[in-house]
């Protein structure tokens, strides 16, 4: 079973700094590491890739196209996840992230493999937090972070990612889902992925 959530998008608030680690920055901002990171080369890596676009709808019920979605996966992670009741293992499936202008959109799946997979909060900021907010993008050559956009700049402002209200997965089940983020630099082609839950899926290429 396949769902997939997004919320709506406005003006990306795309600016913000900090450090890292520490506590989350400005939704959609970067944030810079203090130590040099190693300058390792990058070359850009192309899979094939067939985008299909589907409507998309919004936690507040307006209708809103989500980004382009595609089948060839190009970075994957498993990870236990979870205690107890909701103990499960899942599977996480990165199919694209795609720069486009000044954002970048990375969209991936996750599958549960065993047991049960939380999503409803377990991407969030918070407990709270129903959304894929607390992806961010790393890029090890500028150290630098990217954390997800936010259609504004005020604290109530929405992610510009998917809603995930509701998602407990079970064993074979799916959702895809995505997230927008300010582009890094034209001459990174590589980024790390950082997920709750999941941990780090590196070098994933953008496109």
């Not at 970048?104 to 939380?118: E, H, I, M, P, Q």
């Not at 074979?172 to 082609?189: H, I, K, M, N, R």
Request: charged share 15%; hydrophobic share 35%; with cysteine.
């Amino acid at each position: 079973m396949r769902k997939l959530f997004a919320p709506a998008v406005a003006a990306l608030a795309l600016a913000g700094c900090g450090m890292i680690p520490g506590p989350p920055g400005a939704g959609g901002g970067e944030e810079r590491q203090t130590q040099t990171a190693a300058q390792e080369p990058a070359q850009q890596a192309q899979p094939t890739q067939t985008p299909t676009q589907a409507p998309a709808q919004t936690s507040t019920g307006s209708a809103q196209q989500a980004p382009a979605q595609d089948t060839t996966v190009i970075a994957t992670r498993e990870a236990k996840t979870g205690a107890g009741d909701m103990y499960g293992a899942a599977r996480v499936d990165i199919t694209s992230l795609r720069r486009q202008g000044k954002t970048v959109s990375l969209t991936w799946t996750v599958t549960a493999t065993d047991g049960k997979v939380n999503l409803h909060n377990g991407m969030g900021r918070s407990a709270l937090d129903f959304t894929v907010s607390n992806v961010s993008l790393i890029d090890p050559v500028n150290a630098k972070r990217y954390r997800v956009a936010r259609n504004g700049t005020s604290e109530d402002a929405e992610c510009v990612c998917s809603g995930t209200q509701g998602q407990f997965l079970e064993s074979g089940e799916a959702s895809t889902l995505y997230a927008v983020f300010a582009a890094p630099p034209p001459d990174v082609t590589k980024v790390n992925v950082e997920m709750p839950m999941i941990g780090v899926l590196s070098d994933v290429p953008i496109s």
